[in-house]
């Protein structure tokens, strides 16, 4: 049947999606990994129309999972044109949060024959008593921008309920679509588990990409440190042009606000043609933006992550990455978005922000054209998501114990799970665990005579469907027009300290601030250059194990002399040469630090490559340990590249780094790690998510929602409680252990630690900072020194390298 409809459409269908229909009539469940713009949708979907045609009674037979909201409406109509030109009798609908009540009402009582939903819209589905009915004639589930999902706790959200949906049909066929994935058995085996004949189909499918990096004329006109690059912004403006449609993606909401702005300062004849797009703007001005990208009408749009999947913009035609990638996959993701199409080339410039991200980009290219991309890692047994889990199956008919853990065992997020820590979990739920059992509003479940347990009240059943879902972020504020028009949002911590009269810069234009009540900034329109940009807690990017495994060979690769005439290298070659007479450059299995007296005290410097998130930790671990043997107070700093020690007087270093065995060693690292930094207060701000999503607060019904300050201090109590009468308490230990792994990726640190005690360091006493240590010492003292102050300290180092 799709062949039919590929046939009338002059399509030539790729053989991986042939696979994908003959996988699919045969019953079978898989994941459909090929790039971007290739055709996993229609690959995964076309299979599953053979199911519209039967004379069935109407119902639900495809269910369409994906991860963003914004992308249902393309998708939509990407799903119902087959249908309609092959007239098939089937209605293809939507659900989300931004459905309306009448349709919702509607879909309670008869799904349509293709449904779209997400994670959150599902599961709310699931917790209804008509549930069974509803999904009683389902197929066939497909799983879109499944690496995405994976990586987080939706993954296991979704995880859950395609359980819940296999023990009403356990030959349900799941299908998961991804893009850039580096272990699909593993994505496969999390999609379909206990699945022998889930099949995995790929294809090699030329879809070159070209990177290219902007270099500068003058390569100390290129910042040291720092990731917004607006002082070279002129080398970039000069490459845009409105006949070519152009994405240019920045790593933050912050900074794609400040690129929005100079390229409108520039090129001011350019503001009907420029857009802004990322996750804090009112979703319809989104949409608006979205569709005139796809019209042509916006020709350059400046945008982070809320672009980077779904959405199939044809038009563009180029992407400008700002910044450090951060990661391989990241990269590729972004870079095929332009030219969205089979067979053609995704065209990617990059521009620097800093010297030794041309290096990165260079890195990045060669680890592209090797194959190199990241391995996505799903939670594994978080309890948050198991507790609210608990509460969901107590909806409805309620569940059996011993046949509620075998269904959640049948997951592989929660294989292995013991029956001790799902009793803890249902204690918890249902009577508030060991600490809270004297509130009610702990006591959320009740065994029925029949050994069922079920929601005790009405009302923690009305709370429950409205937290349901496993996204958590800073608490945001509404801003609005004074005439009550929406904008977008912003974080609570950045509105709570504006000023009446104060302005800000965001949505692309500059505001001035009329008042803050109930949880919503009412703004002005306003004009003037000087106006604060929000920032976002959620601006913290890691750097990624492939690309640090990248620039580490290209770092080997130059000091062995074997680092090609890339046009990056070349262009740094003057600082290579200057690092090379001052210290050295790092060979393969070499570690460098080098030591340094300045004004400001004895400085360390250990270069890892490892990322700022893992070298955080490291820097904090090691400035411990080396204080055990010798106490000193240390002014630590960390990059992506390295760490800064600073002291006031000499230390011996030297003599700390040849004690490798205990410096670097993994034993104790738990107790190492905790004594180094304050986790105790990190672990209470994570323990806020976990608590959101384990039911234990509740943020407010809508219109009376409780500010970030309130729900920290609910949270707060809960987890001091916790930790005085109930130091072992599983939701504590998981809130520690996501600090380690987000805060320090302890994961990452234990791995990197043995490749330290394995490697050879080479010690360097240098008359003065390298060009190398030099973006370590401008990140510390970013925050200590006004901009031109900054600047004239790093020039006059600069200026030193050249007259010596």
């Known amino acids: 049947m799709i062949e039919h409809w590929f046939e009338a459409q002059g399509w030539e269908p790729h053989s991986f999606q042939t ?101 959150e819209s599902l599961t709310l589905l699931l917790t209804y008593a008509e549930a069974p009915r509803l999904f009683a004639r389902l197929d066939t589930v497909i799983v879109d921008e499944w690496h995405e999902l994976l990586a987080s706790k939706r993954g296991t959200q979704v995880e859950l309920a395609l359980a819940r949906l296999r023990q009403w049909h356990p030959q349900l066929k799941t299908w998961g679509l991804s893009a850039t994935l580096a272990n699909p058995q593993q994505a496969l085996t999390h999609l379909a588990p206990h699945d022998a004949e889930a099949v995995h189909i790929t294809a090699r499918i030329n879809r070159p990409i070209e990177i290219e990096s902007i270099i500068p004329v003058d390569i100390r006109s290129v910042p040291w440190a720092g990731n917004m690059g607006l002082r070279i912004a002129d080398a970039l403006i000069e490459r845009l042009d409105p006949a070519v449609p152009t994405l240019v993606f920045t790593n933050t909401r912050n900074q794609a606000e400040m690129w929005h702005d100079a390229l409108l300062q520039a090129k001011p004849e350019w503001s009907s043609l420029i857009g802004l797009h990322h996750g804090s703007l009112d979703r319809e001005g989104r949409e608006v933006l979205e569709r005139a990208i796809k019209d042509g009408s916006i020709r350059i749009v400046i945008a982070t992550s809320s672009l980077d999947l779904g959405v199939d913009f044809s038009p563009i035609e180029q992407v400008v990455q700002i910044g450090s990638p951060k990661g391989i996959a990241r990269l590729m993701q972004r870079a095929g978005r332009s030219n969205h199409r089979l067979g053609e080339t995704s065209r990617l410039i990059c521009m620097p922000a800093s010297a030794l991200h041309l290096l990165e980009f260079a890195a990045a290219r060669e680890a592209v054209a090797r194959g190199e991309i990241e391995a996505i890692l799903p939670p594994q047994e978080p309890l948050d998501v198991l507790c609210q889990h608990l509460i969901t199956r107590s909806l409805a008919e309620g569940f059996d114990e011993d046949g509620l853990l075998a269904e959640i065992r049948s997951t592989a997020a929660y294989a292995d799970l013991s029956h001790a820590r799902f009793d803890w979990a249902l204690q918890l739920v249902a009577y508030g665990g060991k600490t809270l059992r004297s509130y009610p509003d702990y006591q959320k479940l009740a065994k029925q005579e029949d050994g069922h347990w079920q929601i005790r009240e009405n009302k923690m059943a009305r709370r429950h469907r409205m937290m349901i879902g496993t996204i958590t972020s800073e608490t945001s504020v509404q801003v609005r027009f004074v005439n009550g028009a929406r904008i977008g949002h912003v974080e609570e911590s950045f509105a709570g300290r504006l000023r009446p009269g104060q302005k800000i810069l965001f949505a692309g234009r500059t505001l001035q601030v009329h008042r803050f009540r109930d949880m919503t900034l009412f703004v002005r329109s306003a004009k003037g250059k000087r106006a604060e940009v929000p920032r976002w807690m959620g601006g913290k990017m890691p750097f990624s194990n492939q690309l ?6 290209s770092f080997q690769e130059i000091a062995e002399g074997e680092g090609g005439s890339s046009p990056e290298v070349e262009a740094l070659q003057p600082l290579f040469a200057t690092q090379q007479e001052l210290s050295t450059i790092p060979k393969a299995g070499e570690v460098l630090v080098e030591l340094c007296q300045t004004r400001e005290g004895f400085h ?80 209470k701000r994570q323990f806020r998510g976990i608590a ?64 330290l005690r394995e490697s050879t360091f080479v010690l360097r006493d240098t008359p003065r900072p390298t060009p190398l240590s030099l973006p370590l010492i401008a990140d510390r003292l970013t925050s200590m020194l006004s901009t031109e102050a900054l600047e004239k300290r790093l020039a006059r180092i600069q200026q030193q390298w050249t007259d010596s």
């Open 19 to 119: 696979d994908c229909w003959a996988a699919q009539r045969a019953g079978c469940s898989g994941l459909v990994q090929v790039p971007t713009g290739s055709g996993k949708t229609y690959a995964a979907y076309g299979g599953c129309l053979d199911l519209l045609k039967l004379p069935e009674p109407p119902g639900l037979r495809i269910l369409y999972i994906t991860p963003l909201r914004a992308m249902t409406r393309d998708l939509e109509l990407a799903l119902r044109k087959p249908v309609e030109a092959l007239s098939l009798p089937a209605a293809v609908e939507s659900r989300t949060g931004d459905t309306s009540s009448t349709v919702r009402t509607r879909q309670r009582r008869r799904l349509p024959e293709v449904l779209l939903t997400t994670p």
């Open 548 to 553: 640090a495994q990248a620039l580490r060979r």
């Open 604 to 683: 360390g410097f250990c270069f890892t490559f490892e990322g700022r998130v893992v070298n955080d930790g490291l820097a904090a671990l090691l400035a411990y340990r080396m204080g055990q043997v010798r106490p000193a107070t240390f002014t630590i700093a960390a990059s992506d590249y390295g760490i800064e020690w600073l002291c006031p007087e000499r230390y011996p270093f030297k003599e700390m780094f040849r004690e490798r065995e205990s410096l670097f060693s993994e034993e104790h690292l738990l107790r190492d790690t905790l004594e180094s930094i304050n986790v105790g207060e990190l672990a």
């Open 692 to 755: 959101r999503i384990a039911g234990l607060t509740f943020d407010g019904y809508p219109g009376s929602r409780k500010s970030g300050k309130q729900l920290q201090i609910s949270s707060g109590l809960i987890y001091d409680v916790f930790s005085r009468y109930d130091p072992d308490n599983l939701l504590l230990q998981q809130a520690q252990q996501e600090v380690l792994e987000t805060q320090f990726e302890e994961t990452r640190l234990r791995e990197t630690l043995r490749r």
